[in-house]
């Protein structure tokens, strides 16, 4: 018989929950609200708790509860540390209070490119192995490694920040490679272009165009996304080598371009790797999209 389980996926945006079901990761009684609404109430964590508690006034079965935030967490995975988007929320014994309103639950607390990972474990649409590097392509660039069903942390429980690691240009990868950054380069690319090209010339690309315009064949903006795999390509080398894991998902919004970075990214891998690194080298993308978080944030329940 399937288990329930509520995952919580807390963003700078929203925070989005729901049941989900353990075998076929279909989610109930979502519920989502605006994240600047908690953080200007000065009690967030009391916004929180009284969401959960609807949440299990419908659900008094459910015993185990999985957080995603977007952050660092310490070791013990029970208090954020630096979260950015949401500061009010460093150094709050997130687990602890909610432990002492709700002593008869258990709760979870990762990173939510970590839960992420995970979730493409448990609910993915195709089986994967157990060990296994996660990159997400977004405003920035996240990453997380899970070796044998387990997020690796590192020794002080933040481990896995790609976006973070020296690149080219004098640049971490995400300053190359994040939306905006991404979107920096292809309108410096288009203004020096001189062949036809569909992507407009007064700096107003957008994502979608982009992947519009590949999806055509248009040279140009497949000749970004050829730069943005080499960047990614470079960096995920490092990975693949110094964590001996031969499987990759590429997840995030911007996970759309996949096939279109992905020629370079092998060229990279080619040219870099040794023959036991490479030899078997799988990269897909990943398949729980818009619901990746909470999903994932279930999984730190199993």
Known sequence: MATEYLGIDIGGTNVKMGIVNSETG???????????SWRKSGHFEERLGEAISLQLIDNKEI??????????????????????????L????????????FPNVEFYLENDA?????????????RIQESYIFITLGTGVGGAAIIGKKVFTGGRGNAMEPGHTPSANEKVLERNI??????????????????ITQLPDDETISTTGLVAAASEGDKLALQVFERVGEL?????CHLIAILDINHILVGGGLSASFDYILPSMKEKFAFWLTKYHADGLKITRATLGNDAGLLGAASLCF
């Open 26 to 36: 279909q989610i109930s009684n979502f519920y989502s609200h605006d994240t600047e």
């Open 63 to 88: 015993n185990k509860v999985g957080i995603g935030l977007p952050g660092m967490i310490n070791l013990a995975r029970t208090i954020p540390v630096e979260i950015t988007a949401i500061p009010e």
């Open 90 to 101: 460093n150094n709050v014994p997130m687990v602890d209070i909610l432990k002492k309103r």
């Open 114 to 126: 970590n839960a992420a990972a995970l979730g493409e474990f448990y609910f993915g649409e195709e």
């Open 178 to 195: 994040g939306k905006n950054e991404l979107l920096d380069m292809a309108n410096a690319m288009r203004k020096s272009y001189v062949g």
């Open 232 to 236: 990614l390509g470079e960096n995920l």
